[in-house]
């Protein structure tokens, strides 16, 4: 007898909302630390070529590019997929969710919005961040200076940094708030938190980048 | 000398196959103290008798007067025309059916969430009217209370994301409920039960965090807080099954 699946008629109760909304969560709170980390790690190169080069070497020297670049793609891919079940993608979603940002003029409301735009871009031009980098290693402040220097990288990395930074802040106090481990009290204080930080990060990406493009190759 | 308002107000009749959807203007003199229920029953007294829109108590308990007000869902018999610019819009709630004007259909809606959220003390006990009534604690009772004063006005609904994209969402209402159920020590249902009941994708995990229907709850219930411990709850009831294969009978 062929094995006829009987939860087609009558529902099953499953756990997999949760184990998905689970992951969700931690691979986003999972690429926050990433982001935060790369972040020093980049903006080292403003404390001169050098330092950035011995973080860059310890990294290649304890395989952790090699074997951590990927899994971090993956988990970003992995994050796209499992996120991307609340992002609406018939027509008739995103008309109904833009008409209701434009009539409720409601931050948070907006800021979701612009996590679900920045995803999109991330997506694309994250991808191929990550593909360049980790197709040329090891990483070298030399080599990033160039990149930048080259081409249309400098205008790429210019996008990709405020999507970046705008999807990372917002993330960060969506999770804290969704998962009840900020309080409503708390909620303003880090909300003015949230902002600072994105704006923070911001602006010292700007810096890496004006360095990486002024630094001589 | 007091402000002229302009109201800005959607007008369509869904029953009449020759409405369309417009919206049409009233001019007002405020009068102190006046709210929009002052204000719409005198439009509808003075200007228009035609106009249709919801109300009963004209004190923030019944829950009919529910609608958008310059674009935030909020209750008319709460809402001061002093607190608003001298020209108003008001719009139906979005998400429930149209009656007609600014009257919404918020029973059905509700009817349905409630019956599909079993929205009611679950127990075996058999009900003896002869006994005196079993105590409770004065906090828990308070605890129970704080969640037990939404008056189901739909705002929260209305002013979800969620809910406006995906018909089938519970919403905020339904989760503060089922949180208010699995305080009261009256209800005999297991976490595995209320996990059958909302931990899915239509229930808790289908909130995206936009928390507007905290921002807007014109009783302002803790909505944030019971969202967030709801889905902790959830999150963690379902893990507990992951580690011991042998409770996922038991659902």
Redesign the interface.
Known sequence: MSGIDTAIYVRQPSRTAAYLDWLQMLTGAGLILFMWSHMVLVASVNLGPQVMNTIAYFFEATYMAQVGGPIIGATMLLHFILAARKIPYTSGEQGAIWRHAKMLHHTDTWLWLIQAFTAMVILVMGSIHIWTVLTNLPITAAKSAMRVQTGFWGVFYLILLPCVELHVGIGFYRILVKWGLIKRSGRKGLHRFENVLTGVFILIGLITIIRFWTLPV | MSRQLIFNIFRYNPQDPGSLPRTDTFILEETPSMTLFIALNRIREEQDPSLQFDFACRMAICGSCGM?IN??PGLACKTLTKELPAEITL?PL?VFKLVGDLSVDTGTWFRTTNTKIQSWIHTDQEFDPAVVEERMENDLANAIFELERCIECGCCVA?C??A???EDFVGAFALNRIARFMLDPRDQRSE?EY??VV???Q?V????????C??VCPREL?L??Q???L??K??F???K??FKPKARAA?
Do not use: K
């Not at chain 2, 995990?205 to 507007?212: I, W």
């Open positions: 958008v674009g935030r719009m979005p002013a994301g969620t406006n994209m995906r595995a996990f059958e931990g899915t994708d229930g995990f289908g909130c995206m965090g936009l928390l507007a905290e921002d803790p944030q807080d969202l967030g411990i889905r902790r959830m999150g009831i379902s893990l099954s992951l659902s």
